[in-house]
């Protein structure tokens, strides 16, 4: 069985522009969540998709979105890049039950310059 | 605000040894808690989770305990091996599974030979 796929690995940006990035979840798995990973902060959620709808969304500004797709495939967007916005994203997927383990992609490194 | 901590940020054991990570979480409304495991330039691996109506929980070679008195959480390695080396953070989810994962900020642990 397939895991949880994140593309692409690893990006650069330069600050202000936006970046799409992509997360596969594994088989039958409804649920995708989006998290930050930094230093700084460590992992922070960013929000959590069900069905296409955002169920939940972290404390993050706006300029972070996402979308879930109907094969349950997300995208997240980070428009208007910051230096302060470098980190590991990291994608989870789970069945969508509230007492079920969430495994995560391998993440996509972004390193706004 | 309220969040999951973990206690020591980097944690050395012998090998073959047992090691204990602990964690104390602050919202009482937490209802399931798991381990994560992260290597070097890989997204988190599941360990091992306990909701909390259990104590106890065991896996191969892993135990968490759970004090919902204290609002402790611990993870329990025995026969630590070099490949156990790795962050180790503990996470905790509120409520029915909409809302995110909130984390700690994670443990180093390292095996001495």
């Known amino acids: 069985k397939a895991g949880v796929t994140q593309t692409p690995r690893y990006l650069i940006k330069t600050r202000g522009q936006q970046v799409t990035l992509s997360c596969s979840p594994i088989?039958?798995?409804?649920?995708v969540s989006w998290y930050q990973q930094t230093p700084g902060q460590g992992l922070q959620f960013l929000f959590e998709?069900?069905?296409?709808?955002?169920?939940n969304k972290g404390n993050f500004p706006g300029r972070f979105s996402g979308r879930q797709f109907s094969n349950s495939r997300s995208e997240m967007n980070v428009s208007t890049l910051e230096l302060g916005d470098s980190a590991l994203y990291l994608c989870a997927s789970t069945r969508g039950g509230g007492y079920t383990e969430a495994f995560f992609g391998q993440g996509t490194r972004l390193t706004v310059v | 605000g309220e969040s999951v901590g973990l206690h020591l940020p980097t944690l050395s054991v012998q090998e073959g040894d047992n090691s204990i990570i602990n964690c104390a979480y602050s919202?009482?409304?937490?209802?399931?808690f798991i381990w994560y495991k992260q290597e070097s330039g890989k997204g988190p691996q599941f360990i091992i989770d306990?909701?909390?109506?259990?104590d106890k929980r065991q896996g191969q070679r892993v135990t968490v305990l759970l004090n919902k008195t204290v609002k402790h959480l611990s993870l329990q390695i025995a026969a630590t091996q070099p490949g156990d080396s790795a962050v180790y953070f503990c996470a905790e989810r509120r409520g029915g599974g909409a809302d995110g994962l909130t984390f700690g900020k994670g443990t180093h642990l390292i095996i001495q030979p």
């Open positions: 919202n009482s409304a937490s209802d399931y």
């Open positions: 998709y069900f069905s296409e709808t955002q169920r």
């Open positions: 088989s039958g798995h409804r649920s």
């Open positions: 306990i909701r909390s109506n259990m």
